[in-house]
């Protein structure tokens, strides 16, 4: 089994979600399945600055190589680009987590391996409303969990409209709301949707 699993930035500055990065030390890549982080640095937990999305690149990098990884950057925030790449990048980390595994059961477990690990940067609140009330609130802590109240406000309600819009549901559900058979949904988990 391979678990590719999405860490928000805040959610990994918690304790617990902190040492389990060292959880790669007990994988045995002869008999184990395997698990790629995608750590999502947006920058925000709820309203504070997270530390990961505010320490240089270089120390970043180095503390996950650290924690026994490599990790590779998905980053921007142009979706039809950033797809083509995190595409690619997925493709080069599984072809490495397979070379490691097909390795390790051919010649035997001899040495831990430097498992790949992806970092992806966009902006919090990613293709959510831009501004509201004035107020940036894509790429900003604004967009945490409710990016507008006051649904009795028209102009919030338009923006809640065009927004949900955007993600055009006529092409992804047919007319009864059933998720077409040729649509291929990738759901992102937050803090938010595991505690709610
Ligand atoms: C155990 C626990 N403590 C605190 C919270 C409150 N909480 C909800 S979301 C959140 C911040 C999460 O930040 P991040 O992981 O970066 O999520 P994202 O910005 O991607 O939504 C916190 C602290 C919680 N849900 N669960």
Redesign the pocket.
């Known amino acids: 089994m391979l678990v590719a699993c999405v860490v928000?930035?805040?959610?990994a500055e918690?304790g617990p979600l902190a040492t389990s990065w060292h959880s790669n030390k007990f994988l045995n890549p002869v008999r184990d399945g395997a698990v790629l982080p995608i750590l999502?640095v947006?920058g925000?937990?709820?309203a504070g600055p997270?530390v990961l999305a505010r320490i240089p690149r270089g120390e970043l990098v180095a503390l996950f190589r650290g924690y026994g990884y490599t990790p590779s950057f998905v980053e921007g925030d142009d979706p039809a680009k950033m797809h083509r790449l995190m595409a690619a990048t997925l493709d080069r980390a599984l072809d490495k987590i397979r070379l490691i595994q097909r390795d390790a059961r051919k010649n035997g477990f001899r040495r831990r391996p430097r498992w790949p690990m992806i970092i992806l940067r966009s902006p919090?609140g990613w293709t959510g409303p831009k501004v509201v009330d004035g107020k940036p609130t894509e790429g900003s802590w604004r967009s945490?969990q409710v990016p507008m109240g006051d649904m009795s406000h028209p102009g919030h309600l338009k923006i809640l409209e065009k927004w949900l819009k955007s993600y055009r549901p006529r092409e992804l559900f047919d007319k009864t709301g059933k998720l077409r058979s040729d649509a291929i949904c990738f759901c992102r988990i937050?803090?938010?949707m595991r505690?709610g």
């Open positions: 928000g930035d805040g959610e918690t999502h947006n925000y937990k709820i997270t919090k945490h937050s803090a938010t505690s």
